[in-house]
């Protein structure tokens, strides 16, 4: 090979090795991005979307298996037995999503079954307020519920809200767990009638709506 044949084959050959890394560099990052996407699947099994009046049946349906497996446990039979009927919570829950800023968010895995729900909407002092946040029984403690929590925070406040509040009953020690972990602070005690039934409720709150997204 003559000296030109040789600084030729030298420039392609470097050039290739360049364009080939360069391949290898974008196959990389693309693989490690899915590989992220799908551990981030895979964490919870499901991926958080609106919901709407389509779910109305599904979300009824877990808010009173929920409610019958957190509160019957918790106030007794007496008080709870009677606050199961699922065409009740239908239509409360719709109730409360014909409301102009309502907010559903819903868990939903693979097989497009839900695993759980968060509805909020504008509280009579103009504050958000998560009115409901229930997972399936099975499901639960699989970080479903922190999901579910943290987006429905990142869209509040993406609307310009700063913070956020809620009720839990007193008693329901683990999901008060789950809130104080999530950053929520207990700021009050508040007795609701829950069709007849007087229940002591925990109000907490979140001055900063980032502070449940960054967790
Ligand atoms: C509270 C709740 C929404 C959290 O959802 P999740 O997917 O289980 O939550 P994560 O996996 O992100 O976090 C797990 C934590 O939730 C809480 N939790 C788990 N199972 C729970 C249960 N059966 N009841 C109440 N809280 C529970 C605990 O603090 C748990 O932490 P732990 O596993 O260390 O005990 C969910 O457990 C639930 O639906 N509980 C029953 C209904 C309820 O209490 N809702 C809140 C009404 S204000």
Redesign the pocket.
């Given at each position: 090979m003559t000296r030109r044949g040789l600084l030729l084959f030298a420039a392609t050959f470097t050039a290739g090795m360049g364009i080939g890394f360069a391949l290898v560099l974008i196959g990389s990052t693309l693989a490690t991005r899915r590989a992220r996407a799908a551990s981030q699947e895979q964490g919870t099994g499901v991926r958080v979307r609106d919901g709407s009046t389509a779910d109305l049946d599904a979300v009824a349906a877990i808010r009173v298996s929920?409610w019958k497996?957190?509160y019957r446990p918790l106030m007794g039979g007496q008080v709870v037995d009677g606050l199961l009927d699922i065409g009740d919570h239908r239509r409360d829950i719709g109730r409360i999503l014909s409301e102009s800023q309502a907010l559903l968010l819903v868990a939903e895995d693979g097989n497009h079954a839900l695993a759980?729900f968060a509805l909020s909407h504008i509280g009579a002092d103009g504050e958000p307020f998560?009115e409901?946040?229930?997972?399936q029984?099975g499901?639960?403690?699989?970080?479903?519920?922190?999901?579910?929590l943290q987006q429905t925070a990142a869209r509040w406040a993406a609307r310009g809200h700063r913070s956020m509040s809620?009720?839990?009953?007193e008693s329901?020690l683990?999901?008060k767990?789950?809130y104080d972990?999530l950053g929520g602070r207990e700021v009050g005690v508040v007795v609701d009638d829950w069709r007849g039934a007087q229940v002591a409720q925990a109000i907490y709150r979140w001055n900063d709506l980032a502070a449940v997204r960054d967790r």
């Open positions: 929920s497996d957190t759980g998560l409901s946040l229930h997972v029984p499901r639960r403690s699989h970080g479903i519920g922190a999901q579910l809620l009720h839990v009953v329901n683990r999901a767990r789950f972990r």
